[in-house]
């Protein structure tokens, strides 16, 4: 490596020849790190020193945030009337509303460039199953989860299922105890007036053969948020619907 080379070209260098990163994870390391390059945000003398001492954590989100952390998109409204952006037409079928959502998730902005909300499956997608049958539902459910694993692999992508029982959220189950993935991670949405006790059971099943789901508690969330609706981004962490947070800073 030249001697001419500045410590930032370095670095770049370093990402460039890491043989254990793939191509896309260069490339967002490399976003990452011209990033890092920019002067940090103005900050107060505190909390420069809380941040010294370890006191609080930015996660690592960059000098320069551009991109939100938690965006919370409502997919049901998406898959209903459409993008005209992504020149999509409405939902028609399940096929539709599984490849529709392949495609938005991608646009999903986010400071780890992976949306870290995919969703409430169930109420999103039972208005697309039709006369479908129970294992035709299982299979194309299955690629969907094996898909968002393979293209979206962080274990920050969260989807939502309950608290009513239906043929989505059991079949999501389901595959989740099957594949046993990281990702996405899963909460199911528990309410003892309307969550029967069978869906309760397969759920806490669940959790002994993949750690998943988080159960969290509907009634008080929804309590939180009144007439607006909500999704839970991060096991137990709730945020507006159409709406998210800038950060979580821990």
């Given amino acids: 490596m030249s001697k001419h080379l500045t410590e930032l070209q370095e670095r770049f260098y ?11 994870q260069k490339n967002q390391w490399l976003a990452l790190e011209a990033e890092a390059s920019l002067p940090y945000m103005d900050i ?61 998730y991608h646009h999903v902005p986010s400071v780890t460039n992976i949306p870290v909300y995919v969703g409430q499956l169930d109420d999103m997608l039972m208005p697309y199953v039709g006369e479908l049958s129970d294992e035709e539902i299982y299979q194309k459910l299955k690629r969907f989860w094996i898909m968002l694993d393979r293209t979206l692999p962080d274990a920050f992508m969260h989807a939502n299922i309950g608290p009513a029982d239906n043929i989505i959220c059991r079949t999501v189950l389901r595959v989740d105890a099957e ?10 949405m528990y ?3 309307v969550t029967p006790d069978s869906l309760l059971r397969q759920a806490a099943s669940n959790i002994c053969e993949c750690s998943k789901p988080h ?17 839970i981004v991060s096991c137990y962490n709730s945020l507006p619907l159409a709406g998210g947070s800038n950060t979580w800073c821990v």
């Fill in 215 to 231: 159960i969290a508690n509907y009634p008080m969330h929804a309590e939180a948020y009144g007439d607006k609706r909500f999704g």
């Fill in 44 to 104: 107060s003398d505190d909390i420069k020193q809380a941040m010294k001492d370890g006191v609080i954590c930015d996660m690592f989100e960059g000098h320069a945030p551009f991109k939100p952390r938690y965006v919370l998109p409502d997919y049901a409204k998406f898959l209903k009337q459409g993008s005209e952006y992504l020149e999509l037409a409405p939902a028609k079928d399940l096929d539709d509303a599984l490849n529709m959502l392949n495609i938005i």
């Fill in 179 to 188: 594949l046993k993935q990281i990702a996405p991670n899963l909460t199911f």
């Fill in 191 to 193: 309410d003892p007036a």
């Fill in 14 to 24: 370093q990402i460039i020849n890491n043989p254990t990163l793939s191509p896309k």
